[in-house]
């Protein structure tokens, strides 16, 4: 979702290298016996630019990322879509790298790149071997000081994106309602809600002053983190970050916007009419905790508890057992549990059968949610989603490239790489009585947002037939 589907068929080359890229030494000495601590080192620049370096000879390959501190909340009112616009932006060429150079640099020693856009970040990735680290960094460090600026480039991306929103939203059932659509219903304020895809309208009006100021703003050192993890040692990571950015001048970023809100305070609910759809579907979601909240860890066991596969309450409860939805998934907004640094979502979508009603799966999810409340989870259930979350944890720490990508991540929203050390003692530190707790909290009827999504067939039904009556 808002990835840069142009750059999807790298992912293909140097798989080779990717396989092996992030073997954890599990002989390394760790706090505890049945945890492995992932080295962590961490360093500003004079310019503001932090590094962080977790070093693992285990491979001769390097992950890298460079995070920046600004997604869709922060993109400019009646510029829908541009921050995600601006991220296929910086893969079209610099004075330095013209258009082409960024892929043709990595591809052919082996490697891969690629970007995402989310609400709170903007990441750019890159996995090759440890060879090719410095000329990763060069091709990260020019685009950082400036990028090509010039109308036909920006024409010609402003048509890949909305092409890109033609395939993935509007020719697609369901349109990514449980993702775009469900947010604007359940947040309040113009940042957290509109539409991080953007308009047609929207994306046509940006202009090449709006590029500019966004780089000139957001682009800047001070803005970013940047992460490398794999066969390099901190001091050598340490001295080339300063090698290729440390020169880089820092730059003023707008005032931080306040982005708050807080839990609702009655349901809200939409009934959307869907042309491709074949069976109805229903996205309910709920806001969550505030990052770094004593809660945030209980939900992410409550939501494994809930909708954490086909062991799941809901699952079981809704699918197999009533009957009513055909299948079920869960989401947390555009990230992870662990990733948002404003107000974010826990989304719960299903497809369900035709011959039921939304308000019954809704019925059902209550009473699953109203048991967890009254009796809690049981110490061998408990045990289980625990491990279930460990797992998922450090198996998206294990690859170069992916531990690369998560430390900036944690970096750059909390401000603390080692979350990603802390993480597994805030999941084995969670009682019931914390899973009873946030349930009864967040999980209320008066925070949640529900979208009915219909085929338009079944909307029209009965308006046809009522009209029909003498």
């Given at each position: ?51 962080v370096i977790s070093p693992d000879a285990s ?310 949610i109203a048991r967890v409340v009254k009796d ?44 990603a050390n802390k993480v597994p003692g805030w ?44």
């Amino acid at each position: 979702m808002l990835q840069t589907t142009r750059r999807a068929a790298l992912s293909l080359v140097g798989a080779a290298s990717l396989a092996l890229a992030g073997l954890p030494v599990l002989a390394a000495p760790a706090a505890q016996a049945d945890q492995w601590q992932i080295p962590v080192h961490v360093k500003k620049l004079a310019n503001g630019l932090t590094v962080v370096i977790s070093p693992d000879a285990s491979s001769p390959t390097v992950g890298l990322s460079v995070v920046y501190k600004v997604g869709m909340r922060l993109e400019p009112q009646n510029r829908t879509g541009f921050a995600h616009l601006f991220e296929h932006l910086m893969f079209q060429g610099t004075p330095n790298a013209p258009k082409g150079v960024f892929d043709q640099v990595i591809t052919s020693g082996g490697g891969n790149n690629n970007g995402s856009t989310r609400p709170d970040f903007t990441n750019y990735i890159e996995t090759a071997p440890s060879s090719a680290l410095e000329a990763m960094l060069w091709l990260e460090s020019d685009r950082m000081k400036t990028l090509d600026f010039n109308p036909t480039t920006l024409k010609n991306q402003q048509d890949v994106v909305k092409e890109e929103i033609r395939v993935n939203v509007q020719n697609q059932p369901y349109g990514g309602f449980m993702w775009i659509d469900i947010g604007g219903l359940a947040f309040d304020k113009w940042a957290n809600k509109h539409d991080g895809y953007g308009s047609f309208v929207d994306l046509d009006n940006a202009n090449l002053d709006d590029v500019r100021a966004f780089h000139r703003d957001f682009y800047g050192p001070n803005n970013a983190v940047l992460s490398i993890a794999g066969d390099v040692t901190p001091a050598q990571g340490f001295a080339l970050a300063e090698k290729y950015f440390g020169k880089i001048p820092a730059r003023a970023t707008p005032k931080p916007t306040d982005f708050s809100e807080g839990l609702n305070t009655a349901e809200r609910r939409l009934t959307q009419p869907d042309k491709l759809a074949q069976v109805p579907a229903i996205a309910a979601a709920w806001k969550l905790p505030e990052r770094g909240s004593k809660d945030q860890a209980p939900f992410a066991v409550l939501g494994q508890l809930l909708a954490g596969g086909d062991a799941s309450r809901f699952y079981q409860g809704l699918v197999k057992g009533r009957e009513l939805a055909l299948n079920l998934d869960s989401l947390y907004g555009l990230t992870s549990i662990w990733e948002y640094d404003g107000p974010s979502i826990y989304t719960v979508f299903a497809l369900y059968k035709p011959d039921t009603t939304a308000d019954a799966l809704l019925a059902a999810m209550d009473e699953e949610i109203a048991r967890v409340v009254k009796d809690g989870v049981d110490d061998a259930t408990l045990k289980n989603l625990k491990t279930a979350l460990l797992a998922d944890w450090y198996n998206g720490l294990e690859m170069f490239l992916n531990r690369a990508d998560r430390l900036a991540k944690l970096q750059a929203l909390w401000g603390d790489a080692q979350v990603a050390n802390k993480v597994p003692g805030w999941i084995q530190a969670v009682s019931s009585a914390d899973v009873q707790r946030v349930a009864a909290t967040y999980l209320t009827r008066a925070n949640r947002s529900v979208i009915d999504r219909k085929p338009a067939a079944m909307l029209a039904a009965p308006a046809a037939s009522a009209a029909s009556k003498p």
